[in-house]
């Protein structure tokens, strides 16, 4: 147990140590953006952990995007009441489409979040007056300041992120350690032996989704309110499936796994710049080589070391 | 939960660490003097024709100014070196590449992008560090009086469209009526607008104007429905190239025999290869032939440069972005100061530019409340057997 | 508006429908037999396209000749494809999901950089039109609706009735029992991996004179053949052919009278579908 806390939070440590060492924007861009991912990404593998594989969790940092976006431009609320509302709106959401479709299973059910996350994106970009069509919704402004700290620098968006992040994560694991985890988890295992001891599993399997549907939100909002800027073109299926294979690529088995999978699949194209032309080839390449290697994700690899290494 | 150990996670977080500082150094400058600039366009994916065709035409002015020694200020030359960064079409990567550009190379002056969402995405970073940003697309919020960094270096189809209406009404006034296609994207909804505008300012009726999703090959069932209002020309300034094309072939197919016409530049060889030779007869365009008529010296040199350096063939499209580079380096020389904040009031003062076009100004105080957009002539040409006919040249006025 | 507009209507439907059973029924043979979405299908149409536009456009060879040859070229890449990058996965869902996107942005990077951007076109073997009573056709489609027509037949026939089809269709039952009646597991996914990438190669080629060709016809290619398999059931021929000809008669008169609000009618009608008859039109749950 205590081994466990130190690992989470050394690494916590390094990142918020970080910036007393260099405080370059471009990297604290890179960091703030994987920041982003991550919290989403978590929400998705809380929904993956019920067995059911969403394609369509764009859609959901969309609406707590543009719900954050409009409740402090059009609505007059300060950022920080808008930010845990648009997570708030995208759990409702999730909760009024997930009644209907969480008792489909399988790649039915992740082709439905597709569906949807389309239909959101088409409603988005077919509603102009409200919510700027194609073009998006520019100049949202930033996050109030916030006792004396005004968001003018990167620095505080940073912190914020990082803060946004310690709190995920820590619900995700308690979540995970908890008796809900465990119901959870042998919802994954199979439904119907869950169901024959007696557990309700749509009530368990919405309680997930929402709660992914939540941070899904919440990242959204964060993005919004960083860009200053936000368009339908920012939530395609592309960012959902990004979510699902930051997740598959680092690991769901622990919540440390869509950590890795964030930084890794972001920093490679940044990387990967220098590449020009061959930059997609290669990102497709290093993901196909991943999973060939590490089925299991990158959080396996230390297991599979250990396991080579005892013969 | 499987245990880990804590030094797990501390290679984790140093691996993590290393792979940051890989990340893309800032460039450095050789002991001769270098002027670092940017350069964000679409290079792979769906843009890429126009991004690409964007890297040639300043690519070879580039070469030009470099083989001269460099711009000059003072009595120091500078030569100009460029780091292009693809946005792929997507505001996000647009982004990072403008991150990457602004902090960690430090251009002061970027050229870019083809997608109104990249500018749009970008803009909040260039505009408050005051770098000077060299823009395109369509869409009209991009030049706004709070972003008096951003210049627009290309014309809009609500620019192309003043010009070639009239045109069109004088050489073929028997057309009365007029049906628009755009795709459903941000350009199409932008044009579609400035078609609709202009269109009934010249005196056209609109009869039919219909979005179609983006990706469609098949446009039969638009078309059945628009071939029903019978219009005398059709117009689909939005559609990207390979589309026109298609709605060209299958609107003849179909058995329409009015004018086909669009505000943007095409590939006629591409065009007619995918239409037939025969149905894109006639069809008008923005495309300007530099081997044909109204060509002036600029021009004729730019295709000597240009097939000097890529050979043949000629691509037709690139010529419109020479002034990105071409403008930029005479306001740098003019200013004498590679401040951008000083090169900005040179580009505002300045009345009139020489371009390979010939003479260009910057315009737009009334229309976008801000003096950005640079108007250039525009082109008409007709497609007769195949080949581009050079119609016209006119400048047009923005209200 | 004449009765010529809604038979004109009509065969527009009919057209892209058959346009969309070509993509579909490949992608829906995978997953029926070998319960993988796989999104690299996509990128195989717009290889076929590409191999038709190499041989008959570069090298100058008879268009049918091509279309033949575009076929056996997809399949063999087909089998090669499943031996290196399916197969080491074949029954872990998540690794092949990955595996299946990496190799679609793969192959569709791979075809950028080696054939540009530029939109290429080929030249139909049939052209021409035929009007009738203000109706329009021309022939390069009717010639296309055939030979889908034809390619489905054969297809529904292999499969009810050969010796391999009716093992195909056993694994995609039950592959345990499959297996323990001596039926070769691998070799029918081999088969099943062949043919669909076959038909992909040939959807690419029929449709390649009558469009364009460039390297983003993939992803496009590919969403289509989500909706119309999820319409139709996954897994089933019959299906695909029936979802495909739905979703283009839905667009074709969605397109003609509701104009780009269309887009969204496509996906309210998967939902519908997904949530009282998840198994599709004709699939089997």
Redesign the interface.
Known sequence: MV??K???W??FL?IFVFPFLSQ????L???I?TGIWTVAAWGVRLIMSTGQLTLGHAAYMAIGAYSSALLVMKGGLSFWIAFPLAGIISAIVALLIGY??LR?KG??FS??T???A??IR??I??W?SLLG????L?KIPAPDPFLTIRFTSRLPYYYLLLALAIVTYVVMVRI??SRLGKIFSSIHESDTLAESIGINIMKYKIIAFCIGCFFAGLSGSFYAHY???T?P??FT?WQS?YC??FV??GG???V?GPL?GS??LT?IP??L??A??????I???I??LI??LL?GGLISL??RLRGKKSF | MKPKSWKYSGVVGGIILCLIICLPAPSFSAPEKILKMGAIFPLSGRGATWGLAAQKAITVKQKEVNARGGLKIGNEKYKVEIIWEDDKYNAAAGRMAAEKLVNRDQVKFIHGSQSSAVILAVQPITEPQKILFLVNSYAKEVLAPDKPYSFRMVLTSNEILQGMYPWLKKTYPQLKTVAFIEPNDASGWSIEKDCKRIAEQNGYQVVFSQFYERGTSDFYPLLNKLLVHKPDFIDFTGAPPGDQALIVKQVRELGYKGKTFAGTTIDPVQFCKIAGVQNAEGHISNTHDLLGAYTTEGQRKYYDDYVAIYGQPFDPVTPKYHVYLDILVQAIEKSGSLDPTVVKDTMEKVDTWNTIFGPAKFAGQAYYGIKRQIITPVYVSELIGGKLVNRGTMMPTLP | MSAAFFIQVFINGLMLGMTYVLIASGFSLIYGIMRLLNFAHGEFYMLGAFATYLLAERLGLNYFTSLALSMIIMAILGVLVYRLFFRPFRDQHDPSLVIALGLAMLIGGLALLIFGEKDCSVSPAFPGIIQFGGVTLSLERIAVIVMAIILMVALSLYIKYAKMGQAMRAVAQDREAAALQGIGVDATFTLCMAISSALAGAAGALLAPLFFVNPFLGMHAVLKALVVVVIGGLGSIPGAIAGGLLLGFVESIGNTFLGDVTEILGFVLIMLVLLFRPQGLFGHG
């Open positions: 081994k466990k130190l690992s989470s050394s690494f390094i370059d924007p471009y990297v861009n890179i960091l953006t209907p479709t489909i790649v039915y082709i439905i597709f569906a949807f389309e239909i088409l409603i970009i077919h102009p069509g194609y073009g998006g520019a995970d350690q860009f200053n800027f368009s073109e920012f299926i499936i699902l294979i598959l690529v769901g088995g622990s440390f890795l930084f890794f920093l940044e990387i710049r220098v020009k032309e061959y930059e997609p080839i990102y497709a390449v993901l196909i999973m060939f089925p230390p297991m």
